[in-house]
Each structure stands twice: as C-alpha cells, then as structure tokens.
C-alpha cells in the first residue's frame, strides 16, 4: 500500500551530474523533489507492502475531543464501483477486496458503535462485532468496551431477536427508533437484551438526532456503513462528518443504488479531501465535511 495524499515525505531528487545534469542542489528552492514515498518509522517505503494494524490505526484515527468535551463524530465507510455502483447482485461484498476488508475492520475497531440501518442488518447478515486482540490496548486506553456496539436504525423494528446480534453481543445491541414505534416490538426489542434509544417523535429515528442520542450515551466515535438510505438520510440531515470511501477498479453498470440514496439536496455538501491510500488499482479515500474538524478541536 502507498500513500498518494498527504504526501509524508519526498524521495531526494538525483544529486549527481550523471543522472540529473540539470537539477538544482537538494534543498534549494525550485529544485525537482521526485515522487511522493511514504515511508513508515524505520524510513523504509511503505510502498507495495502490506501495513500493519497499528498503522491503519493511526491513519484512520478519530479527531481528538476539543476543549469543550467530547462531541460525537460520525464517519461513514463505504465502497463504490467506478460507475458509482455501492452493490453488485444487491451486496457490497463483490466490489471489495482483502485490504478494503482489513480498513473495514479497522474502522470497526476504533469505533464506539456501527450504526447501520435495518435493511442493511436483513440482507448482509449482520452479527455482532467481535473483540480483535490487535485493537484491545488501544481501546482500552480509550475507556471503550471491548467491542463497538451495533445500532441498529430501524422504525417497524422488523428484525429477528433471536438473532446472535441480540442474544450474544459482546457489547449490547442498540435499536434506535421513534417515540411512534410499535411497542410491542420495542418491548420484543428490550427482552431480546438489546436498548432502545428514542430519537424522533414519529414511528422513525429522525437522522439529525441520531448522533446526539448516541453521543449522550458516551458513544463519540461512529461508524455508519449504511446502507445507501440512510446514509443518504445523515446526508441530508447534515450530520455526516467524514466519509471513508473505497473505490474499486471494477465497471459494474446495472441499476444498482449510489453510496447514498434518497431526496437530493438542494445545495451539494462540500467535503474536504485529507487522505488517499492506494494498493492494487483501489483507492481508499477520506473526506471530512469543510470547517466540521473545529467541532473537535482538530
């Protein structure tokens, strides 16, 4: 894997006559700086090699917390086909690869809860999070649970209970609804071991509370992975921070759904491009909304 965007350091241009008759001496101004090469803390490229955990890590970490306190931040991780396809054959799995999967995992691991939409749980086949070894002195130094938590956004808590993902969570599971929904389902909910969280007036969650309601119950650092609906709902609510998207070097044409779906908006939301990687034709990609980064003090 290579860093294309920060570039982190420069490799020196040419300093004999031989090789570069015309360069300037190394450090003057105007002279040729050669290709951007990250390089990890032993000074070797990170070039065509496969980086570790920790250094995923360390470059998706969340914004630390300003001086007014912890505010939540949600990160949305998606993957795309270059034609703008979020599925193939109505999953996400086909258009991802091994280092798209260990980013997956990264963003969970660094997570205080994946919010996800219901639809998403159904036809993914969601389970809960597991607690990696890799990530549990960092989590732990981070006050976190072992596991993030699924919350699931859902408004006829139209799911099945008896389900792992309720039944044997490291972390409880969250629904997350509206004041209107069906109680009977919200007490089906409650028996199951999960916690219903009330973040709207209507039978639904209302987008924009979300993050707040998940966020007064300490839990700062979301993680979105849709699906297309609501993510095109936090879009529309404005309460996307950043978004990590990984574009995959396939054509997939079709009818299938964009990263987001729903209403469009009335003025396209700018976002601020902060961080490229690139392995095997793929680029992973981070994006955090323009100005959103004073929030955390960052």
């Not at 450090?27 to 050669?34: D, L, M, V």
């Not at 703008?84 to 999967?101: F, I, K, N, V, W």
Request: aromatic content about 6%; hydrophobic content about 40%; proline content about 7%.
């Amino acid at each position: 894997m290579r860093r294309l965007f920060p570039v982190t350091d420069h490799t020196p241009a040419p300093t004999s006559a031989e090789s570069a008759p015309d360069a300037a001496p190394e450090g003057r101004e105007g002279a040729p700086r050669g290709h951007g090469t990250s390089r990890d803390r032993g000074g070797r490229s990170l070039d065509d090699r496969e980086w570790s955990l920790d250094e995923l890590a360390d470059a998706y970490a969340y914004p630390e917390a300003g001086p007014a306190g912890p505010a939540a931040w949600l990160r949305a991780n998606m993957v795309s086909s270059l034609d703008g396809a979020a599925q193939h054959d109505g999953r996400s799995q086909p258009l991802s690869s091994d280092t798209d999967m260990r980013i997956f995992g990264t963003l969970r691991s660094l997570a205080d809860a994946v919010v996800v939409g219901a639809e998403t749980v159904r036809r993914e086949g969601y389970r809960p999070a597991r607690a990696r070894e890799a990530f549990a002195a960092r989590r732990a130094a981070a006050g976190q649970t072992a596991a993030p938590a699924i919350a699931i956004v859902s408004a006829g808590l139209d799911l099945d209970f008896s389900l792992p993902l309720f039944t044997a969570p490291l972390t409880p599971t969250l629904v997350v609804t509206g004041a209107a929904a069906p109680v009977d389902r919200m007490d089906a909910a409650r028996r199951a071991g999960a916690e219903v969280v009330i973040a709207g007036e209507g039978a639904g969650a209302d987008p924009g509370r979300v993050v707040g309601e998940l966020g007064a119950r300490g839990l700062t650092r979301l993680l979105t992975e849709g699906g297309p609906r609501l993510l095109g709902q936090f879009v529309a609510a404005g309460a996307l921070d950043e978004l990590c998207l990984s574009v995959a070097p396939l054509l997939a044409a079709g009818s299938a759904q964009r990263i987001a779906g729903g209403p469009g908006l009335a003025v396209p939301d700018r976002f601020v491009l902060t961080s490229v990687l690139e392995e095997a034709g793929f680029l992973y990609t981070r994006y955090q909304r323009g100005g959103r980064q004073d929030r955390r003090g960052i």
